[in-house]
Structure formats: C-alpha cells, structure tokens
C-alpha cells in the first residue's frame, strides 16, 4: 500500500516562489505532481518516472522543476514565477507501472492535496 503527504503550498504574490514536498511510502516507480483548480479537471504538471526522464506541461515549462529524492522516498516541485493561473490544489499521485502518463486516471495512489494560492 502506497501513501502519499503532501506538503509546502501557501499563499504568494505573482512572481513568488514556492517548493511542494511529497513525502511517500511503499512501491512508487512513477510519480507525478498533478492540479486541480476550482471548475477545471485535474491535470498533470509534471512527471517523474523511476528512470529519470522527467517531464513538463507546456504551460509550467522553465518554471516547474521535479525532484525526486530515492533514498528518502519524497518527491519535491518548485514552482517560480508563479502566476495567478497557477492557483488551485497540488496533488502527488504515484504508480506502480514504470511508465509515465498524463491520465489522472492511471495513477493508484493520490495525497489529499496542498493548496497554492497566487494573488495578483
């Protein structure tokens, strides 16, 4: 059984920054940081499979980096230049297959969330 915690969302001003912990136990070969804001679907920002290669939504590119420490089983995003589109709830979501997928739907294991709110 996998469980995921969320941690590090706030409050900030456009242009802040902010750095999300996801702190994991058990078997999570692929994990993934996902968000949802008020009205919208869940979506994918970034990826983080067990290889390495990460991945990024076209909209959080050159802002959003991905991290993954193994050893401690916690999974990071920081997040600059934050703009008030980034606004919602940040969700960890682990897998057990290796391989990566944008789909909500194929993750097993979700966190309950941390929510970042971005003021303009």
Known sequence: QVQ???SGGGSVQSGGSLKLSC???GDTRCMAWFRQAPG??????ALFPRSGSTAYADSVKGRFTISRDNAKNLLYLQINSL???DTG???CAARSSPH????AYLYNYWGQGTQVT???
């Open 4 to 6: 995921l915690q969320e």
């Open 100 to 103: 990566v997928s944008w789909s």
């Open 40 to 45: 919208k679907e869940r979506e994918g920002v």
């Open 89 to 91: 709830m940040y969700y």
């Open 118 to 120: 971005v003021s303009s």
């Open 83 to 85: 703009k008030p589109e």
């Open 23 to 25: 702190a994991a136990s």
